[in-house]
């Protein structure tokens, strides 16, 4: 009788404490790529926390960011990461280096899934799309569940470029340098037209509105360009002032907010509607990534400082700053807001969030 109520204390116990995050995991493998991907063999890596499990995550927010913290590190790349991107389902994150390989990790375990190799070395961007079967680059596109080139892009490409899917997943946007923006057909893999002004302009990154129909274009010189997809012509024009370069933007998940930031050491939010400046948020150093969190409430930059900052966006307060090794490049939060996820020079993913 004693035995059996020991044991029974012993199972609450250990329920209550729920598994542990192991903050360091073993590095993944970094064999040579093909440009069809190759499952890579499991290595031992800590579990982060499910919906399932003991302890959950806490979305991020502006009451929980005090209490982010780093929960695992993805080694595999060797050499810097330039951008970042979560499946729509939050079981998958994928980084670019310029290794010239992305490697698709799996979020539950840290694993390295597949790792698929790029022509150009770069910086590459990537995109998943809505559904998150398809991976893409200007390279290419891949099915996620199988690592295969589904299609073949830019083969012929000079340097790199940003890319982005449309909302319903129909068209691939493609950004390359001193080119015009291309809309790829998706389902076809051709090339449906082109946006025919400015193709001198080089074009750091590019984001489709919530409702598909604008694409912003952060360039060279200071300006944010939004583009009517319909019509390819442009609707509209944001402008530093200066001869910043607008490294990144993004939309707010209801479209009414851009966020822009680049060179001059700033993040600028934008009315989309009115196209005026509603805040300008000072970070200290060159910025190169910026992102909206799922509820659209905060905003997270990555910056040359060596930080990822965390900003209220109603007030454009400063709420937080997690601390990288080095230079920060790409951030990115999951779908359901329990993770944010920074990756830069140090050519390591950080996966950050609020144990409960």
Not at 29 to 36: D, G, K, L, M
Not at 113 to 127: C, D, L, R
Not at 166 to 188: C, F, H, N
Not at 280 to 289: A, E, P, Q, V
């Amino acid at each position: 009788m004693c035995k059996a109520i020991v044991l029974i204390i012993l199972v609450i116990l250990i329920s209550a404490c729920g598994p542990a995050v192991t903050q360091e995991p073993a590095p993944a493998t970094s064999s040579p790529v093909s440009p069809t991907a190759v499952p890579v063999p499991p290595t031992s890596a800590a579990v982060l926390p499910t919906k399932t499990d003991a302890p959950a995550l806490a979305v991020i927010s502006a009451d929980t960011a005090g209490q982010v913290e780093r929960l695992h590190t993805l080694s595999g790349h060797s050499n810097k990461i330039v951008t970042l991107a979560f499946s729509g389902d939050g079981v998958y994150i994928a980084s670019s280096s310029l290794d010239r390989t992305i490697r698709l990790w799996d979020v539950q375990n840290g694993q390295e899934v597949h790792a698929f190799s790029m022509n150009k070395v770069g910086f590459n961007g990537i995109a998943f799309s809505p559904d998150g079967r398809l991976l893409a680059s200007a390279d290419a596109i891949w099915d996620v569940a199988s690592g295969q080139t589904v299609h073949t892009l830019e083969q012929s490409r000079r340097d790199p470029g940003p890319v982005a899917f449309s909302p319903d997943g129909s068209i691939l946007a493609v950004a390359l340098e001193s080119q015009r923006i291309k809309l790829w057909d998706v389902a076809s893999g051709q090339m449906a037209r082109t946006f025919e002004e400015n193709p001198d302009d080089v074009t750091f990154s590019i984001a489709f509105s919530p409702d598909g129909a604008l694409l912003a274009a952060g360039v060279h010189g200071g300006m944010v360009r939004l583009w009517d997809v319909a019509s390819g012509q442009i609707a509209g024009t944001l402008d530093y002032g200066s001869e910043s370069d607008v490294h990144d933007v993004a939309f707010s998940p209801d479209g009414s907010v851009l966020a822009s930031g680049g060179t001059d050491c700033t993040v600028r939010l934008w009315n989309v509607a009115s196209r005026e400046l509603v805040h300008t948020l000072r970070h200290g150093d060159g910025l190169y990534g910026v992102a909206f969190s799922p509820d659209g409430s905060l905003l997270a930059s990555a910056c040359c400082d060596r930080t990822v900052k965390l900003w209220d966006v109603a007030s454009g307060r400063r709420l937080r700053s997690l601390s990288h090794a080095d230079e920060v490049m790409g951030v990115t939060f999951s779908p359901d807001g329990t993770l944010l996820a920074s990756g830069g020079y140090d050519n390591q993913v950080y996966l950050w969030g609020v144990p409960r």
